[in-house]
């Protein structure tokens, strides 16, 4: 049996349509997703849209529209931002959806059962670009009169009849739940969790009574539940909870909840007290990436810098973008990006290098060798060639992206590629074809082996381009798992069933700058 694997995304706010960092999150996770498939687990994958509260509420009445209409135009461009970007999704979740109110609903009525949950009055700073509470203390001056979140967003005085959750009484636990390895990452975000509960934490308000969209608090007339008690529930919801489904035995704990810096504290503080007060298990891991910049700001609509993540896919190539970004940030830190930055990148790794030498070799085997492949000798240099990109593609890659240390993963997969240039430049097959045939087939096939590594194992950033190369080698659908790397039977299959190399096309294509960015 196959170790179950459940990862999601942050539900992003569909008061807008995506941006790059949406599609950054979406794409490491389909990166970790795709990554554990290959390892042989069994993999479950959700993201979707948060949909409720204030935020929403607010924008829809801005645009005139009410806001379910708003959420349902909106959503779309997340899903299709998904589907276009090859996230491999198994639940696209709303929280307008009707299982996901259902689970609502039964995780407030879990945590009313244990007496933490009661009704006061709550009266302090609120703001609803955070769509979060803040104590005065956390509070910054902005212009004038205003004050700021931590997060640098205005806040606003509210005084309302609200639902309380005694998030005091989780204070211990959640300290050792924070200080226990492995829970929060990268280590650099969890000192100033720590220091968040350490500070003394006061009792969260969970109910609103001055808007109505959202889930309605069972039995309780005019209050719905504040966004973010929904919000981290969808990770359950689409387990099948309440109920004790087959799924929710398999997945829950969840291994991964991907998220951004920015709301680590609601998913390591509120949401693991949510759950020990309704006697669910807690997520085994978040993980807190960084922040993507455009050339080393943050996108707003004020600076006019905001990129359509779809626009950018469009220009270079989806697989290049996904590869670009997970091989540029180091992940957990910020990064920046620019279309220079693609370009260059890309066209020096992707284009020049890997694309570059799958190229030539299969075109040699097409010419020089009519596209049969046959069994050979391999010397000392071609098993030396061989081991390098063994290494990389069985253990250095899978050892960096099972810590999420994807650039330094595709490091280790890049000094390979290299390693096989050198080779083809030290072997120099061209020149062989007439002073010693049998040697120059012997390099070739021995790229072939190669490439086939290479290909395999770079699947989880580049789907669609690796599988292109596998397919011209000829490697079958069901044999592609990193399990099959240390298999070298397939190319004996191969010759014996007669393959023949075809002309190839290139993979990754040079890019050039759009004029425009020029
Ligand atoms: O926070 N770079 O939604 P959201 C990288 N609905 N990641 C970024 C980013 C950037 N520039 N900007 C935002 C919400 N993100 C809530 C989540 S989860 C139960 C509810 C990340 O649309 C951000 O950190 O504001 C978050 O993980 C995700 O995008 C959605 O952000």
Avoid at 161 to 167: D, I, N, Q, T, V
């Amino acid at each position: 049996m196959s170790e179950p694997y459940y990862i999601t995304t942050a539900i992003s706010y569909p008061n807008g349509r995506p941006h790059i960092g949406h599609a950054y999150e979406a794409i490491a996770a389909d990166v970790i997703a795709r990554f554990q498939r290959l390892q042989g687990r069994d993999v479950r994958f959700q993201t979707g849209t948060d949909e409720h509260g204030l935020k929403m509420a607010r924008k829809a009445e801005e645009q005139g529209k009410t806001p379910r209409e708003l959420a349902d135009e909106m959503s779309g461009y997340f899903q299709a931002m998904c589907d276009g970007l090859d996230v491999s999704y198994d639940r696209f979740i709303r929280t307008v959806d009707a299982d996901h109110h259902v689970a609502s609903q039964a995780i407030w009525k879990a945590m009313e059962a244990k007496g933490d949950l009661y009704l006061d009055r709550y009266e302090g700073w609120y703001s609803v670009r955070d769509e979060a509470y803040y104590d005065e203390s956390e509070l910054t001056a902005g212009e004038g009169e205003e004050k700021l979140s931590p997060q640098g967003t205005p806040v606003e005085w509210t005084v309302e009849e609200s639902w309380f959750f005694r998030l005091s009484k989780y204070q211990e636990p959640l300290l050792e739940l924070l200080k226990s390895p492995g829970f929060l990452e990268p280590e650099s975000r969890r000192n100033e969790m720590i220091a968040f509960v350490e500070s003394g934490l006061r009792d969260l308000s969970v109910s609103r009574t001055s808007f109505d969209w959202g889930v309605k608090v069972p039995d309780s007339d005019g209050h719905v539940m504040y966004v973010w008690v929904d919000a981290l529930t969808n990770y359950i919801t689409g387990l099948g909870y309440p109920d004790d489904t087959e799924m929710w035995r398999k997945f829950w704990p969840a291994s991964l909840h991907l998220i951004g810096k920015d709301i680590v504290r609601f998913h390591t503080i509120y949401w693991p007290a949510f759950l020990m007060s309704a006697g669910i298990a807690l997520p085994k891991q978040v993980f807190g990436h960084g922040f993507l910049l455009n050339r080393g700001q943050k996108e707003s609509k004020s600076l006019g810098n905001v990129t359509d993540p779809m626009e950018l896919a469009e220009s270079f190539g989806v697989d290049t973008l996904r590869y670009f970004l997970m091989r540029e940030v180091a992940f957990g830190q910020d990064g920046s990006y620019s279309p220079e930055a693609i370009v260059t990148r890309t066209n020096a790794e992707l284009a020049n290098s890997f694309g570059n030498l799958a190229q030539r070799t299969l075109s040699m085997i097409h010419k020089n060798m009519d596209g049969r492949l046959e069994a050979f000798e391999t010397t000392e240099a071609d098993e030396a060639l061989l081991a390098t990109v063994r290494s990389a593609c069985h253990e250095g890659l899978p050892r960096e992206f099972e810590k999420l240390a994807f650039s330094i993963g595709i490091d280790e997969w890049m000094k390979a590629v290299y390693a096989c240039n050198q080779y083809v430049d030290d072997q120099a097959p061209w020149g062989l074809k007439k002073t010693d045939p049998e040697r120059m087939k012997a390099v070739l096939q021995t790229l072939y082996l190669a490439i086939r590594d290479l290909a395999l194992a770079i699947q989880p950033v580049t789907p669609t381009k690796a599988a292109a190369v596998l397919d011209m080698l000829g490697i079958p659908a069901g044999e592609r798992l990193y399990a099959d790397l240390p298999d070298r039977g397939w190319f004996d299959a191969l010759v014996a069933k007669g393959h023949v190399v075809e002309k190839p096309m290139p993979a990754f294509p040079r890019l050039e700058l759009p004029e425009e960015s020029s």
